[in-house]
């Protein structure tokens, strides 16, 4: 069976890939909050704050995002 292709707009492509980092970021940001905040959320340990960030760092890649967050954190910089 043959899926059919979806195209998006590269400047579309960008505002996701833009979007997917701040969520690594943000995810990033509060490690000792987060994860009990998702585990309520979706009510089981089955999927974590790593397996999320994981999914949204490789969503970001295939999209032409920045590679480094799925091979390893970000470093937090501060202006």
Known sequence: MTIPGIQLAADD???????????IDWI???????PASLRRYIGNDAYDTTALR??????????GGDEL?????????TA
């Open 13 to 23: 492509a960008m505002e996701l890939t833009e979007l997917l980092g701040l969520l």
């Open 28 to 34: 990033d940001s509060d490690p000792a909050r987060l």
């Open 54 to 63: 994981t999914d949204l760092a490789r969503f970001q890649f295939l999209l």
């Open 69 to 77: 967050p799925f091979f390893g954190q970000r470093s937090m910089t």
